[in-house]
T-cell receptor, first 113, second 115 residues
Framework: GNSVTQMEGPVTLSEEAFLTINCTYT??????LFWYVQYPGEGLQLLLK?????DKGSNKGFEATYRKETTSFHLEKGSVQVSDSAVYFC????????????FGSGTRLLVRP | GAVVSQHPSWVICKSGTSVKIECRSL??????MFWYRQFPKQSLMLMAT?????????EQGVEKDKFLINHASLTLSTLTVTSAHPEDSSFYIC???????????FGQGTRLTVV
């Protein structure tokens, strides 16, 4: 079945460091891909998305490119801030009739001043 | 963006009682709503998918009689945890989408503690 694999955390960085969180997926067809962010005690917020191969999603300085050849959707940010500390989830949406979201295990990011 | 509101944000209940959690799409009509459960420091586990006016589709291993889901309108779905026990304590999150848009919008979550 479809699945999403994320790098394990926690990831600890200093402020202004470069961030990469790896995400790969297994899916039939052409799923849509998402990154969600969850701050402590809150629900999930959509960070960015891509709906087809080679699309680049971007928001708040974060970027991810839908790479079909490597089945990847890695999240990057050039300069992280303390306020970026959160848990990041990679997800794919199945494009069958269920429209289910399949989540990765989440990666906790801690940015130190 | 679209707003999904969950209520309550947190609830404490006694073992053996039932608890209802509401999920509302405030500014759009949600054709599909999803209910998730999240254990501490873990990912979201999909419990069920509900479509307005029809019975919910439960994931394998989720007890239908324990977790009652009702999706009576295009803006409201409810999850009722019946005869709650301490092991039901968790963070419950709903999401809503309007087909065929692939984007899902999440509520802020409900922390349930059963004592």
């Amino acid at each position: 079945g479809n699945s999403v694999t994320q790098m394990e955390g926690p990831v600890t960085l200093s402020e202004e460091a470069f961030l990469t969180i790896n995400c790969t997926y297994t899916a039939t067809g052409y799923p849509s891909l998402f990154w969600y962010v969850q701050y402590p005690g809150e629900g999930l917020q959509l960070l960015l998305k891509a709906t087809k191969a080679d699309d680049k999603g971007s928001n708040k300085g974060f970027e991810a490119t839908y790479r079909k050849e490597t089945t990847s959707f890695h999240l990057e940010k050039g300069s992280v801030q303390v306020s970026d500390s959160a848990v990041y989830f990679c997800a794919l949406r199945e494009m069958d009739s269920s429209y289910k979201l399949i989540f990765g295990s989440g990666t906790r990011l801690l940015v130190r001043p | 963006g679209a707003v999904v509101s969950q209520h309550p944000s947190w609830v404490i209940c006694k073992s053996g009682t039932s608890v209802k959690i509401e999920c509302r799409s405030l500014d759009f009509q949600a054709t599909t709503m999803f209910w998730y459960r999240q254990f501490p420091k873990q990912s979201l586990m999909l419990m069920a998918t509900s479509n307005e006016g029809s019975k919910a589709t439960y994931e394998q291993g989720v007890e239908k009689d324990k977790f009652l889901i009702n999706h009576a309108s295009l803006t409201l779905s409810t999850l009722t945890v019946t005869s709650a026990h301490p092991e039901d304590s968790s963070f419950y999150i709903c999401s809503a989408s309007r087909d065929p848009n692939p984007e899902a919008f999440f509520g802020q979550g409900t922390r349930l503690t059963v004592v």
